[in-house]
């Protein structure tokens, strides 16, 4: 008698989810025994679609969750209430979820009421401080006491893990995902989606942090600015993000310079062609900390904590908070002294070698059918 497939239901709702979840439904999807459903919360909704685009995924329930300037108690109960329903229609044997958005959280929260077991990959990366990254630290830690398979992508991620009383047979070290997407894609030839000066090198930066707003990030853009106004021979490429507490002081502070161009956000693929183009990169992004190393690039994070330390030890990426000093110092040394550039630039990534869908695939595989064979 043939064996029923295994119902994995995959929840996405913001771009570096969809990016990091592309992989593990492609490798699911080709699995014999796995029935895969794909759920958007859409908690972002124009960048989550371009992603799902890129690779080809197109979602099997669309909740369409996205409101201008919505807060996060307003969405935390819709989802919840929403999902809720949707996990009884579907009835799935696993959910996944990834990292440690309010998608993530209500995800894991809504499954538990359902005695839904949970999956969650990216797990283990911690702060320890619940205010940074705000409110991330805090999805993550829910998402993590609910989740029944811990997929760390790193020892360090495990480590963070067993201190937190998880018993080690429930943690699965894979490496992480995002490698495997930026692996898929980083070869192709995309050109890059701006006008850059030949005689100007690339500076690209990412900021929109939540907790930055305010005068953090004023402090961020007047450094940008600072960086462009000392430096004649970069060009700042600035993706702004379309929340109105980063894209209206980012256009306020950083338009009309001649060697800032602030532009729209950038689907994946021209993403990846601008880091690989980039000289140094400017971020408070986690994704970026763990892609840009593996393409050779140093990275500034503008934060005063990282979940992802590993890449700090490596000394491919450096903490320089959103604080105006700081910034100026540490990028007008990249930007200055070739050595220090090359030591950052080592092509050094400590978060995985592609394979990480792979090796979520077996686990499941073995923890819902018996083997990983």
């Known amino acids: 008698m043939e064996q029923k497939k295994k119902r994995i239901l995959v929840v996405v709702g913001t771009r570096p989810e969809a990016i990091k979840m592309a992989p593990v439904v492609l490798e699911l999807r080709r699995q014999d025994w796995a029935e895969v459903r794909v759920l958007a919360t859409a908690q972002h909704r124009q960048m989550l679609d371009q992603v799902l685009t890129t690779f080809g995924i197109v979602p099997d329930i669309d909740l369409d969750m996205m409101r201008p ?10 989802l919840l209430s929403t999902l809720d329903a949707v996990l009884a229609s579907e009835e799935p044997d696993v959910v996944l979820v ?23 990959v990216e797990a283990g990366l911690r702060t320890g401080d619940m205010s940074n990254p705000f409110p991330e630290e805090m999805n993550r830690v829910v998402a993590g006491c609910l989740a029944r398979w811990h997929f760390a992508p790193t020892d360090a991620s495990r480590e963070n ?28 030839d995309i050109p890059l989606p701006f006008e850059l000066p030949e005689d100007r090198r690339l500076v690209l930066v990412t900021a929109h942090r939540r907790e930055n707003f305010g005068a953090p990030f ?8 600072d960086l462009a106004d000392q430096h004649e021979d970069i060009h700042v490429v600035y993706p702004v993000h379309p929340n109105p507490n980063i894209a209206g002081p980012a256009h306020e502070i950083l338009s009309g310079h001649p060697r800032i161009s602030l532009i729209d956000p950038l689907d994946y693929l021209p993403f990846v062609s601008a880091m690989r183009r980039a000289h140094i990169i400017l971020t408070d992004s986690g994704g970026v ?25 490596a000394g491919v990426v450096k903490l320089v908070g959103p604080d105006r000093e700081a910034i100026l110092r540490e990028a007008g040394e990249l930007l200055g002294d070739n050595a220090a550039h090359a030591a950052m630039a080592k092509g050094v990534s400590p978060y995985g070698d592609g394979k990480a869908s792979g090796r979520i695939a077996g686990i499941l595989k073995r923890e819902l059918c018996g083997s990983a064979n």
């Open 98 to 120: 990834q990292g440690d958005t309010t998608t993530v959280m209500t995800v894991a929260l809504a499954a538990f009421y359902r005695r839904i077991p949970v999956g969650h």
């Open 289 to 313: 900390q763990e892609e840009a190393p593996a393409l050779g690039k140093p990275v500034l994070v503008m934060r005063y904590e990282t979940e992802r330390p590993e890449a700090v030890a």
């Open 69 to 78: 300037n919505q807060s996060l108690p307003e969405l935390t109960a819709r």
């Open 218 to 225: 004023r402090e961020v853009c007047a450094a940008i600015r």
């Open 161 to 188: 893990l067993l201190r937190e009383g998880f018993s080690d047979d429930v943690i699965h070290v894979t490496g992480n995902t995002v490698i495997d997407a930026l692996l898929q894609v980083a070869e192709l």
